[in-house]
């Protein structure tokens, strides 16, 4: 329901498809297809993908495979599903046998990292997990505060820096040692919010990285990007560079309540190939939900 709202106007946007497809006839293909790429764009799907969705139902039509508006609607939601989940992998958390599990957010500031954090927190909370949260994001004066908060709220333990000068590499192998040896579930390490264009930030990611395998090897199991979907096509570029850097392993696409632009979330998971898990539907501590594509699909195409 949320994100039936929050796509709103995506759907307006894409509601011209429905129009021009209850007139179409084989003849008028090429147009109808233009016009449909079109829409595609405006709702942020990216140009690459835009085409390569409009190519296939083209192939299709003159394949006579399909034959009315309806069975080119039926195909145009396949498809964008088929590329939602075709090569994303595993929608469901990877968190293996070996504990604590080690689950490292990251994202650009106020796409929503912290919040997905404490409600990540919730839900494992939820389900029997215990929790320990590190406060990785040293480099922002009110993060640590805001983190302890939702500590408090969900119930969860929470390791802060001790002292101006510790940098977060520290704090998140501080709270890994603790949560191995105090018998904890998962630790979730919170990250700066750092710019994808600030370099010397992205090289203490890496350190983080780097810090937290010192203390378990393989750790950490996830490295959870969160991507604002209001932004559009911005999402892409900032995907990319997160990935070259860390290696991220899923994606969570926050504040798909408010007004979306979630088209451009096929372009990331196609190009890059990383599934989407959870989305953000709102600031309560409830408000995170797993990724359902067919949801997904049928909140952008009515
Ligand atoms: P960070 O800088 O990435 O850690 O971002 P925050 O977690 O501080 O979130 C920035 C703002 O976005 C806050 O006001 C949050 O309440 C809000 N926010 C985060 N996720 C969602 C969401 O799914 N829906 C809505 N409506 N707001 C969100």
Do not use: C, H, S, Y
């Given at each position: 329901e949320k994100i039936f709202s929050g796509f709103s106007k995506t759907r307006e946007n894409l509601a011209v498809i429905d129009e021009l497809l209850l007139y179409w006839n084989l003849a008028d293909t090429d147009r109808v297809l233009d016009e449909l790429e079109e829409a595609l764009l405006v709702s942020d799907f990216g140009p690459k993908i835009s085409m390569k969705i409009v190519d296939s139902l083209r192939d299709d039509i003159l394949a006579g495979k399909l034959k009315s508006g309806n069975d080119i609607k039926e195909a145009l939601k396949k498809s964008v599903l088929n590329l939602l989940?075709?090569?994303?992998?595993?929608?469901?958390?990877?968190?293996?046998?070996?504990?604590?599990a080690v689950i490292m957010v990251v994202g650009v500031n106020g796409g929503g990292k912290t919040t997905s954090l404490g409600k990540l927190a919730r839900r494992l909370k939820s389900e029997g997990v215990k929790v320990l949260m590190a406060?990785?994001?040293?480099?922002?004066?009110a993060a640590s505060e805001q983190l302890e908060v939702w500590a408090e709220r969900t119930g969860s333990e929470i390791v802060t820096a001790e002292g101006d000068k510790v940098k977060a590499p520290l704090v998140l192998s501080q709270a890994v040692k603790k949560g191995k040896e105090q018998g904890y579930g998962v630790v979730l390490c919170d990250t700066s919010g750092r710019l994808h264009t600030n370099y010397s930030l992205m090289e203490e990611l890496v350190s983080c990285k780097k810090a937290v395998a010192k203390v378990i090897?393989?750790?950490?199991n996830e490295i959870l990007l969160v991507l604002d979907g209001t932004t559009g096509l911005n999402m892409l570029p900032q995907a990319r560079e997160f990935n070259e850097v860390v290696g991220v392993t899923g994606l969570i696409l926050t504040k798909l309540d408010g007004s979306a632009r979630g088209g451009c979330v096929v372009s990331v998971v196609d190009e890059l190939?990383?599934?989407?898990?959870f989305i953000g539907?709102?600031?309560?501590?409830?408000?995170l939900q797993p990724f359902d594509a067919e949801a997904f699909v049928n909140a952008i195409f009515s």
């Open positions: 989940t075709g090569k994303g992998g595993k929608t469901e958390l990877q968190l293996g046998f070996r504990k604590p406060a990785g994001d040293t480099f922002r004066a090897p393989g750790a950490p190939g990383i599934p989407v898990k539907v709102g600031e309560g501590v409830d408000d």
